[in-house]
């Protein structure tokens, strides 16, 4: 299936349920980065949750979704 051999990047936003502060994130699996923000394994968040999912958007480029990741935390675009 040519659509499954594309690997997605993507950017994602949680918020965390004990304190309501927002996450902005990128990943290449985001099923198992949203386990792993959940379990404490993720060392910036561990002290954070639970979270929930509140957005994430796909790219095919990792260079995309980590140029958006940025724009989300700054506002601003990036250099490169």
Do not use: I, M
Not at 32 to 46: D, F, I, P, W
Request: glycine letters at 4%; proline letters at 2%; aromatic letters at 14%.
């Amino acid at each position: 299936n040519p659509v499954r051999a594309n690997t997605f990047y993507y950017v994602y936003v949680l918020r965390s349920l004990k304190n309501n502060q927002l996450y902005t994130g990128c990943t290449n699996n985001l099923r198992k980065r949203l386990t792993q923000h959940n379990s404490g394994e993720a060392s910036y968040t561990r002290s954070r949750g639970p979270y929930e999912l509140l957005y994430y958007e796909a790219s095919l480029h990792k260079d995309d979704a980590f140029a958006r990741e940025r724009y989300l935390k700054t506002g601003r675009e990036s250099d490169t």
